[in-house]
């Protein structure tokens, strides 16, 4: 069965120093990974996704994520925190296959703090 | 750019009363989901539609019924409202066509308080 996990409910960083909010998985078959953001109050919003291809995927606002097939992790991550970066992070990977739709299973969410 | 409206950002209902959550997305997809967030669980799948005027129940259907008439707009009903039934409720679409049609566009979000 597919599923994800963020063992990090909080990360705490200090603006400029380098990011990693951390994200495993298990699924059955090719892995279709998403990570999105979730400002207070506001939908979710796409960051990324590793379908095929390069192991570093680059998103939006200078976020990347490497994709590790042998430890089955797909670590979100940033050079340089700003304080702005400050939301949820939710980390996704493509669901049970159920009718026709294609689902997505999320993890429980990381709230990133940057500290100014 | 996808958009998916929701017809409020917040809500507060009495226990008891019926409640319609409307979502409406403006790029000719297929799928569309429902979902409820709470701190700590993250999103749990409601209900979701693949196409007009076909459902399937998600994880937690209890206490939800939905309707979908149209493909633009999925409409989440809450038949008697229950304080547990406070949240945030998220609405999203995708693409059934699509190379990355797990990739889920979402709206802004209700925020119900049920009391």
């Known amino acids: 069965a597919q599923s994800v996990a963020q063992p990090e409910d909080q990360v705490n960083v200090a603006e400029g120093n380098p990011l990693t909010v951390k994200c495993t998985y298990s699924v059955s078959g090719n892995p279709y990974l998403f990570w999105y953001v979730q400002y207070p109050n506001r939908g979710l919003q796409f960051l990324l996704k590793y379908i095929t291809g390069d192991n570093l995927v680059k998103g939006s606002y200078g976020f990347e994520a490497e994709f590790n097939k042998s430890q089955t992790s797909f670590h979100l991550k940033k050079p340089s925190a700003l304080v702005s970066d400050s939301a949820l992070y939710f980390c996704?990977?493509?669901?049970?296959?159920?009718?026709?739709?294609?689902?997505?299973?999320f993890g429980s969410g990381t709230q990133l703090t940057v500290l100014p | 750019d996808v958009k998916v409206t929701q017809s409020s950002r917040y809500l507060v209902k009495r226990t008891g009363e019926k409640v319609f959550l409307e979502c409406v997305q403006d790029?000719?997809?297929?799928?569309m989901f429902w979902y409820r967030q709470d701190p700590g669980l993250g999103l749990r799948l409601i209900y979701f539609s693949y196409d007009v005027k076909m459902k399937e129940k998600g994880d937690i259907p209890e206490g939800y019924s939905v309707s979908r008439e149209k493909k633009e707009r999925f409409s989440l009903i809450l038949e008697s409202a229950s304080t547990n039934q406070t949240s945030m409720y998220l609405c999203?679409?995708?693409?059934?066509?699509?190379?990355?049609?797990?990739?889920?566009?979402f709206g802004p979000g209700t925020r119900l308080t049920v009391t």
């Open positions: 790029m000719d997809h297929e799928n």
């Open positions: 999203a679409s995708s693409s059934l066509w699509t190379e990355d049609g797990y990739q889920q566009y």
């Open positions: 996704a990977v493509k669901g049970p296959l159920r009718g026709s739709a294609r689902q997505l299973t």
